[in-house]
């Protein structure tokens, strides 16, 4: 028997560099839940996921960005502690903070997308930061929508009951996750991969 031996292409380097980028933010996102702390009458607990999602979008943009948060989610169905309170498993995707978490993709896409304005990455100094805190703002609403409404869905609760337990008090946390979020990407340390 002869052996076949085929040439294999090589992966573009800014493919591996995204990869490398995604899992990293993926692996930030769930390193962040080590401060997770607990709010009164919620479900959901106070972390720095959120942060770590914004930054998703903004430097990776809409396709790794959301693969980004993608690859996390799929980390923590596997068994990695990576959800709140060190939790792990399918059980926690459609617990009491689903909402959130399955939101968080579509939420890092969105950045990028408007951020972005397509796939091709921009260099985020010379975005306009009104643009930039308007997709954050908007990421902000859907991620606090999805997951409220599939509170209130799930824990028969009212809209108000689940917008004052799951969105309301985490509000004044979201503005300085913005503020931080966009510092990080203004300082230039950080900026996304041309393409």
């Known amino acids: 028997m002869e052996t076949q031996r085929n040439s294999v292409d090589a992966v573009d380097d800014t493919v591996v560099r995204q990869f490398a980028r995604a899992a990293v933010l993926a692996a930030l996102i769930g390193a962040s839940v080590l401060v997770s702390i607990p709010i009164p009458l919620s479900p959901a607990p106070i972390t720095l996921q959120v942060l770590f999602v914004f930054l998703a979008g ?42 959130y978490l399955w939101s968080y993709p579509i939420a890092a896409s969105l950045i990028g997308v408007v951020v972005h304005r397509g796939t091709t990455l921009r260099d985020l100094r010379d975005v306009p930061l009104s643009l930039v805190v308007g997709a954050l703002v908007m990421a ?24 004052s337990a799951g969105a309301l008090p985490f509000i004044p946390g979201e503005l300085l996750k913005m503020a931080a979020a966009i510092a990080i990407v203004r300082s230039g340390r950080i900026t996304p991969v041309q393409s």
């Open 58 to 99: 903004l430097v990776l943009g809409p396709v790794w960005g959301g693969f980004s948060v993608l690859l996390y989610l799929v980390a923590g169905a596997v068994g990695l502690p990576v959800f709140a309170g060190m939790n792990s498993g399918l059980g926690v995707l459609v617990g009491n903070t689903a909402g």
């Open 140 to 163: 902000t609403i859907l991620i606090y929508g999805m997951g409220t409404a599939y509170m209130t869905w799930l824990l028969d609760m009212t809209a108000w009951e689940a917008i």
